[in-house]
């Protein structure tokens, strides 16, 4: 039995189908405004919590000191082989240099050909050209359509723009960064030595 039949029993008079149709309606839109504000705090609660999650996360990778990055740029995991077949490619000749120093165009031009400098290298084969490839062309930069592709650094716009009021020693060769950035030959170019430390 509802409550209106029970109501109408108890009371002893009639009820009108209007003010049934009334209740009826009062109800559902007390529900609606329940379903609604239940939904509202459902949404509040989860933009909070991955408000907090993204925070968390932001704060981890500002809190790891710049010592232990080493790299010019943090390397997310994706890119962390292609950076180690890199160094192990390159460092074993000369100190590696952080992809940002060149343009993409360059880093290409260097993984494709054999002549390194006047060197005759083994180009590396694929799968693991593709992985250094993806690295170092995530993490250079952009050449400038009426720029050369600069092929040493001292002809590199990015490797001034780096080194903004240095006196660079002529010839500046790979070996002159570790009078400056003595971790340089473990890939650690954000430790500086005294002089530069100010």
């Given at each position: 039995?509802?409550?209106?039949?029970?109501?109408k029993?108890?009371d002893?008079e009639?009820?009108?189908?209007?003010?049934?149709?009334?209740?009826?309606?009062q109800?559902?839109?007390?529900e609606?405004?329940?379903?609604?504000?239940?939904?509202?705090?459902?949404?509040?609660?989860?933009?909070?919590a991955?408000?907090?999650?993204?925070?968390l996360?932001?704060?981890?990778?500002?809190?790891?000191?710049?010592?232990?990055?080493?790299?010019?740029?943090?390397?997310?995991?994706?890119?962390?082989?292609?950076?180690?077949?890199?160094l192990?490619?390159c460092?074993t000749?000369?100190?590696?240099?952080?992809?940002?120093?060149?343009?993409?165009?360059?880093?290409?031009?260097?993984l494709?050909?054999?002549?390194?400098?006047?060197?005759?290298l083994?180009?590396?084969?694929?799968?693991?050209?593709?992985?250094?490839?993806?690295?170092?062309?995530?993490?250079?930069?952009?050449?400038?359509?009426?720029?050369?592709i600069p092929?040493?650094?001292?002809?590199?716009?990015y490797?001034?723009a780096?080194?903004?009021?240095?006196?660079?020693?002529?010839?500046l060769?790979?070996?002159?960064?570790?009078?400056?950035?003595p971790?340089?030959?473990?890939?650690?170019?954000?430790?500086?030595?005294?002089?530069?430390?100010?």
């Amino acid at each position: 039995m509802s409550i209106f039949v029970k109501r109408k029993s108890r009371d002893g008079e009639k009820r009108s189908p209007f003010s049934d149709s009334q209740v009826l309606r009062q109800s559902a839109d007390r529900e609606f405004k329940r379903q609604f504000f239940g939904l509202l705090l459902v949404i509040i609660t989860w933009s909070l919590a991955m408000g907090w999650l993204l925070a968390l996360v932001t704060n981890a990778q500002s809190a790891t000191p710049p010592a232990e990055i080493g790299t010019v740029d943090v390397i997310p995991p994706q890119y962390q082989l292609g950076q180690e077949l890199y160094l192990e490619n390159c460092s074993t000749c000369h100190i590696a240099l952080p992809p940002g120093i060149f343009p993409t165009q360059t880093w290409k031009n260097l993984l494709e050909d054999s002549q390194h400098y006047g060197a005759q290298l083994k180009p590396l084969v694929d799968p693991p050209r593709i992985l250094v490839w993806k690295y170092l062309s995530t993490f250079s930069r952009v050449k400038l359509n009426d720029e050369e592709i600069p092929y040493r650094l001292n002809n590199s716009r990015y490797f001034k723009a780096l080194h903004p009021g240095v006196k660079l020693p002529r010839p500046l060769e790979i070996g002159s960064c570790v009078s400056c950035h003595p971790s340089a030959s473990d890939y650690n170019f954000r430790r500086l030595s005294p002089e530069w430390e100010k």
